[in-house]
Structure formats: structure tokens, C-alpha cells
């Protein structure tokens, strides 16, 4: 069946989180299966990983962590609602738990959500600051680690803070369909509907403060073991449904290739985490770097590309409308 012209971002997350993590994504980006990366600026092997970016010219955007390890902002200079006892981000849900309960961020500008509103705003100023200075330029794009830059209240705060600082592309976690993946496990799956209820709601605030982002997400039913030709190529499919054959249409995959982290290198502070210790990591480079894949792909009418491409479409080549793909009720043009 003919399908809609697609233009493929492939990003892997976590770059600057351990040395055996870069070693594999620099790995599928000189194989030609990642096209773009999200630097952990607060990541134990940023420097190095910075490094690795400028050797070898990867397009490289900011992965904002507030979940994981140490702030490289104020906040790491004493107490902080974002900071646990122990001077470390929340953790990826209790982050969010904070979030829902106030403690964090407040929707209502009132005296003390403004204060912790200005915690978030300047931890992700620092960051994109920190990136600055490790790589010599602004970042191709800005997205969040655990996607905690769709959640509630966050979300205003990170549009305002990258429309200040420049920056006008970012991700939109929304996989269509997602609910539908059995082959997820229950608690995957709950995160992720809610990941992507989020993003939804966080279109409004990112559309009114300039930002862009791609047509179409995939990513959230291709993570770790669940990633294959199969779940990635169907993934594709389902966000494409309804779109005319013939139509432009951008898309990123978020992928998290790499080598198994091994203890104590790694982390964000507090050491790598079991995921990033896990032959899953190692699974998402063996898919991705296979031949089957992209062959699969081409079949598929799709094209790889650089996130600093979409920007430069040629006339005509525009995004879908409303009637054809109903989950971007905002579409931002690329």
C-alpha cells in the first residue's frame, strides 16, 4: 500500500550518561542509523561525549534532565522542592508525583509557585547554559529526559525558557496508538498513555511560544526489548493512517542505543541505573544498526534525515492538516 513521503529523525537519547553509552551511540551515527543525539549535560561523561559530537560533527540537542542526578543549576547549592535529602532530582516518578501535588511546579501563579516555577526555569537555563559551554553552540533542539518537559506547569516553563534562549525545536511524545501495544507490560503502558495525554495538552503552550516539532513521534512502543523492524516499521504505519500518499511528513524516532553500562561509570550522580546496566541498550544498537531495518524503511517510503533539515523543506512540501492527521491539533511547521 503507498504510504505518505516520510523524513526520519532517529535520536538516542542519553549521549553523556557513560562512556560504553557513546561508544554505541557514535557507533550507529557512523553507520548511518542515528541522525541526531540529546546530551545529558549533568551525564558523568558529558565532556567526553561533547567531544565525541565535535569529532565527528553529530547533530546535538540538549536532553533537559530535572528527574535524574545532580542540578547543574542553583539548586545544587542547597535545599531545594526539586532535590531530594540527598541533593539528587526526585526520580522519574517522583518527579511527577511532586508535579501532581504542587510541590513543584504550581499551574496558578501564586507567590510560592512563582518561586518554584523559578527553580525549574533556572535549572534548565543552566543547562542549556552548561551546553553552551560544552560544546561551543546553541543545541539543535531541546527535549526532556524521562519527558518531563510535557508535564503540566513544566511545560509553560520550558516553552518560555526556549523561546528566551533561542532554541525552536523540541520532541512531542505523542506515539498514536500507543495504548493499543499488548506487547507492552502494564506499568509501560499506563506510562506511556499518560506521557503521551501530556504532550497533547502541552501543544498549546509549546505552539504559542514559537516551538516546532515533527508531524508524527515513534518511540514510546519501541523501547529497550520491545524494539524491532516490526514494532517500529507498525509504529510508523499507525501514526501515517489517514495521511494522503504523496503527502511530506516529518518524523522522529527516539531510540536508546548502546553498550550495557558497568558499574560505578555511568549516571547522572548516583551511578547508572538498571536499564542503562541491561542488555536492552545493546538490543536497540543491534536493531538499529541492521540491515533489515532500514530495508524494511525504504520499502516503507522513508528517508533519513537531519532535525536541521526539516527546517529547509522545499515549497509544498507541507505538514498535514487537521483532517488528516487528527492527533496534532496544532501542527507546527518545519
Known amino acids: 500500500m503507498a ?5 526520519l529523525v532517529v535520536t538516542a537519547d542519553d549521549f553523556g550518561y557513560c562512556p560504553r553509552r557513546d561508544e554505541g551511540i557514535v557507533e550507529a551515527f557512523l553507520a548511518g542509523a542515528v541522525t541526531s543525539v540529546s546530551l545529558l549535560v549533568n551525564g558523568a561523561a558529558a565532556e567526553s561525549a561533547a567531544e565525541l559530537a565535535r569529532r565527528h560533527r553529530i547533530p546535538t540537542g540538549l536532553h533537559a534532565n530535572l528527574s535524574e542526578g545532580r542540578p547543574v543549576g542553583p539548586a545544587r547549592h542547597g535545599a531545594s522542592s526539586l532535590l531530594g535529602p540527598e541533593g539528587f532530582f526526585l526520580g522519574k516518578m517522583g518527579f511527577r508525583e511532586a508535579v501532581a501535588a504542587g510541590e513543584v511546579v504550581l499551574p496558578q501563579v501564586r507567590r510560592c509557585g512563582f518561586r518554584k516555577m523559578l527553580l525549574v526555569r533556572g535549572e534548565l537555563e543552566a543547562q542549556l547554559s552548561r551546553f553552551r559551554e ?20 513544566v511545560c509553560q516553563v520550558f516553552a518560555e525558557a526556549l523561546q528566551a534562549c533561542g532554541v525552536r525545536f523540541t520532541r512531542l511524545p505523542m506515539e498514536r496508538g500507543v495504548g493499543g501495544c499488548t506487547w507492552l507490560e502494564a506499568p509501560a503502558r499506563a506510562f506511556a498513555c499518560s506521557v ?9 503552550p509549546f505552539a504559542r511560544h514559537g516551538l516546532r516539532w515533527t508531524d508524527v513521534f515513534v518511540g514510546l512502543s519501541t523501547c529497550g526489548r520491545h524494539m524491532s523492524t516490526h514494532h517500529v516499521s507498525g509504529a510508523l504505519a499507525r501514526a501515517l493512517e489517514g495521511i494522503p500518499t504523496g503527502r511530506a511528513v516529518t518524523a522522529e524516532l ?20 538498571a536499564f542503562s546496566c541491561s542488555w536492552e541498550r545493546l538490543h536497540e544498537l543491534r536493531v538499529l544498526t541492521a540491515p533489515v531495518l532500514w530495508a524494511q524503511l525504504a520499502q516503507d517510503g522513508v528517508q533519513l534525515c537531519a532535525l536541521h533539515e526539516l527546517d529547509s523543506k522545499r515549497p509544498g512540501e507541507g505538514t498535514p492538516s487537521e483532517a488528516t492527521l487528527e492527533t496534532f491539533l496544532e501542527p507546527s511547521p518545519l
Open 254 to 273: 527516539m531510540a536508546h542505543p548502546g553498550y550495557p553500562s558497568v558499574p560505578p561509570a555511568g549516571g547522572s550522580g548516583e551511578g547508572p541505573d
Open 134 to 153: 560544552l560544546l561551543g553552540r546553541d543545541p539543535t533542539h531541546v527535549d526532556g529526559h524521562q519527558h518531563v518537559h510535557v508535564l503540566p506547569g
Open 196 to 204: 503521551e495525554q501530556d504532550a497533547r495538552a502541552a501543544m498549546g
Open 3 to 7: 504510504r505518505p513521503r516520510v523524513r
